[in-house]
């Protein structure tokens, strides 16, 4: 018999907590509740479970969440746990080190097994997001270019090119993290990945060079 599967969760709403509990009653152990990213952070520190259960958008941010406990505790299965289908979700939340993203809509009866697909190894994502994911890696998401002199361009992301527009805007990191409901971690991960492609040493050279497009 397989053990009972000790799950964390962060949720700021009572009743999601709730009907989390009654899900895993009879196949898991929830070991801490909590409501917001940096109570999340803390309670996986102290408690070690098998799972993280985050919703994305509670105090705090999920996402942030997510990525540091993944790098803090690469044992511990991070899920996303949210009603969102939006595409840069889901991206930043793997992208976090999330190894499921489970939409709240989905069967209750369902939730025990998702969870030990996850601590298998396995990805658990809902059908409906599994060509979205696909779509990314196969790199159709919308791209630009912009030119960098001579014959060379470099080819942004959609992402990489509104987190360039708000950093030329004079939106700080945490600023744009918040426009655009990502963490800051990730806002910093497309700013590194643009000034690479831009062969850039700093934030100023990039906007210059969007400025010179202008």
Excluded at 7 to 24: E, F, M, N, Q, S
Excluded at 137 to 156: D, K, N, V
Aim: overall charge neutral; glycine content about 6%; charged content about 30%.
């Amino acid at each position: 018999m397989e053990r009972p599967i000790r799950v964390l969760i962060a949720d700021d709403h009572p009743p999601t907590r709730a009907g989390v509990r009654t899900a895993l009653q009879d196949h898991g152990e929830v070991c801490a509740e909590v409501g917001t990213a940096r109570a999340a952070v803390d309670a996986a520190m102290a408690e070690r479970p098998d799972v993280c259960l985050l919703d994305i958008h509670m105090p705090g941010n999920g996402i942030a969440a997510a990525a540091h406990i993944s790098a803090a505790l690469p044992d511990v299965a991070v899920v996303m746990w949210t009603v969102s289908r939006d595409d840069q979700d889901l991206f930043d939340a793997l992208r976090a080190g999330a190894s499921g993203y489970l939409l709240k809509d989905v069967d209750p009866d369902r939730l025990p097994d998702a969870l030990r697909d996850v601590m298998r190894g396995e990805a658990s994502l809902p059908q409906s997001l599994v060509t979205r994911l696909v779509s990314e890696f196969r790199g159709r998401e919308q791209r630009r270019r912009l030119p960098l002199g001579g014959r060379r361009s470099a080819t942004l992301t959609s992402r990489e090119w509104q987190t360039l527009e708000l950093m030329r805007q004079g939106l700080s990191t945490a600023e744009i993290a918040e426009r655009l409901f990502i963490a800051p971690v990730t806002v910093r991960t497309h700013i590194s990945a643009l000034l690479r492609k831009l062969r850039v040493p700093d934030r100023e050279s990039a906007i210059r060079l969007l400025d010179q497009e202008r």
